[in-house]
């Protein structure tokens, strides 16, 4: 699994970054080609595409994702889902949505600038954990709820 930004796209395939934004879909159908497995092409409309599976456009996310250590929380999420004998292709949507949709609810109560990484693991884990209710949790002591 390759989790590339449109840089490091670009990079892997010879081209330029206004070639891969160009055409996403393509790209990321290139990237298979060439590398196999999965590929998550991170950008504004995520793309996961595999061999003999759709490609998957991941509507979930917001320009606070562009900072450090964001891919790292990805491929974390991914590697904690392969871990629980997710398939990589399903692994890699559920972490995209997971991942994103943590971000938009940060966004949505703090705002996207001066989004850290780390700032999206409290929510992370209310998204994967949805019917679990913190007695404890207290509102003023977490700014990254």
Request: hydrophobic share 45%.
């Given at each position: 699994m390759i989790t590339p930004h449109p840089g490091e796209a670009a990079r892997l395939l010879g081209c330029s970054v206004a070639e891969i934004e160009s055409d996403r879909l393509l790209s990321a159908q290139r990237l298979v080609k060439r590398y196999g497995g999965v590929v998550v092409l991170k950008g504004a409309g995520t793309i996961i595409a595999a061999e003999h599976h759709p490609l998957a456009i991941i509507d979930?996310?917001?320009?606070?994702?562009?900072?450090?250590?964001?891919?790292?929380?990805?491929?974390?999420?991914?590697?904690?889902?392969?871990?629980?004998?997710?398939?990589?292709?399903?692994?890699?949507?559920?972490?995209?949505?997971?991942?994103?949709?943590?971000?938009?609810?940060?966004?949505?109560?703090?705002?996207a600038r001066g989004m850290l990484a780390t700032d999206l693991f409290t929510t992370l884990r209310r998204i994967v954990n949805p019917d679990v209710i913190d007695v404890n949790h207290d509102e003023s002591s977490n700014s990254a709820t």
């Amino acid at each position: 699994m390759i989790t590339p930004h449109p840089g490091e796209a670009a990079r892997l395939l010879g081209c330029s970054v206004a070639e891969i934004e160009s055409d996403r879909l393509l790209s990321a159908q290139r990237l298979v080609k060439r590398y196999g497995g999965v590929v998550v092409l991170k950008g504004a409309g995520t793309i996961i595409a595999a061999e003999h599976h759709p490609l998957a456009i991941i509507d979930a996310g917001n320009a606070g994702m562009a900072s450090g250590g964001m891919g790292d929380v990805l491929s974390g999420i991914i590697g904690a889902l392969l871990g629980q004998k997710f398939t990589p292709y399903d692994a890699a949507c559920v972490g995209c949505v997971a991942h994103g949709a943590a971000a938009d609810l940060l966004a949505a109560r703090y705002g996207a600038r001066g989004m850290l990484a780390t700032d999206l693991f409290t929510t992370l884990r209310r998204i994967v954990n949805p019917d679990v209710i913190d007695v404890n949790h207290d509102e003023s002591s977490n700014s990254a709820t």
